[in-house]
């Protein structure tokens, strides 16, 4: 269907709705056209936009998106804070009651988990944690990944260092795969019969071009210095320092490349970045409502 047919559909039923997408898919204004129409209130699923300390570089909704429709869950957690999928469900779990939610994002583990179940696992030791970081910062997150149980391996996204490190973790800290884990899931919060999910489907050659105006509308934006007000968090291993674009910029604000370098690789880190959403989606997804972004 097209954007705007979906505007429509949305705005005639009752469901709360669940949008995912890649990063610069426009899934962020289709929420708030949603919303508009439909009177509901736009609920974040993006891992990096709950940060204070991200505006710019992770396209959080503005002032004037704000005044449209109500927003919740951006830019409200320290990036000094653990903030997992754990911490989202609760937070997530009072707003389904409230106004209509239009749940938007790109992180696939949040909508997995909000329409599929997590996995109750005991939190990771701080000890465990700091060793993982510690390998994946001298050997890659491939040495962690090797390490784990094969139907994990099979399960997560191999080319994410996030990922492979909280699967590493688990499996360190339990004795057990993150798969046995999920297999063993609670229900789900809000289960797909009882929500209007839809999945933005942008094909390479339409989203190609779309990320690279949107990194240079970024720094016109101020996204240099909003990278440099966080250098030190960019060079540490929290997790509010994996804002995409960022480790790019932040080597041409240390004098190590030029700006116009920094752009073309922090473009090509989020083009690859783009194609695990997409791959992510295409495979968990794939019984969510299409949406052709065609240009």
């Known amino acids: 269907m097209t954007p705007s047919e979906a505007i429509a559909r949305a705005a005639a039923c009752t469901r709360p709705v669940v949008i995912a997408g890649p990063t610069a898919s426009g899934k ?22 709950v940060y204070d300390c991200w505006e710019v570089l992770t396209a959080r909704p503005g002032a004037e998106d ?3 429709a109500p927003h919740a869950l951006y830019g409200h957690v320290g990036a000094d804070q653990d ?10 779990t009072p707003l389904l009651d409230g106004p209509r939610p239009v749940i938007v994002g790109g992180t696939g ?9 997590l996995a109750e696992i005991p939190p990771v030791p701080p000890e465990i944690r700091a060793e993982a970081d ?14 784990i149980d094969a139907g994990t391996r099979d399960r997560i996204d191999g080319a994410n260092p996030a990922r492979v490190q909280r699967a590493w973790e688990v499996w360190r800290a339990t004795g ?46 101020g996204a240099l210095d909003e990278v440099r007000g966080n250098l030190a968090l960019v060079e540490s291993p929290r997790p509010a320092a994996r804002a995409i674009g960022a480790p790019e910029l932040a080597a041409h604000l ?42």
């Open 66 to 68: 704000l005044h449209r």
């Open 28 to 49: 962020s204004g289709l929420a708030l056209a949603i919303a508009e129409a439909a009177g509901g209130r736009v609920v974040n699923a993006d891992a990096l936009q």
């Open 176 to 221: 057990r795969g993150l798969a046995v884990w999920q297999a063993e899931t609670a229900p789900p919060l809000l289960p797909p019969e009882r929500a209007f999910l839809l999945r933005l489907d942008a094909p390479r050659e339409v989203l190609t071009p779309r990320i690279a105006a949107r990194l240079r509308a970024m720094v016109a934006a």
């Open 134 to 147: 510690a390998r994946i910062a001298h050997e890659g997150h491939a040495a962690l990944l090797a390490e």
């Open 254 to 295: 240390r004098g190590e490349v030029d700006l116009d370098t920094a752009i073309d690789a922090a473009i090509v880190a989020t083009r690859r970045y783009a194609k695990r959403q997409r791959t992510w989606f295409a495979k968990r997804m794939a019984g969510w409502d299409g949406v052709t972004v065609a240009q």
């Open 109 to 117: 583990l949040y909508l997995t988990a909000l329409t599929e179940g």
């Open 83 to 92: 903030y997992s999928v754990g911490h989202w469900l609760r937070e997530v």
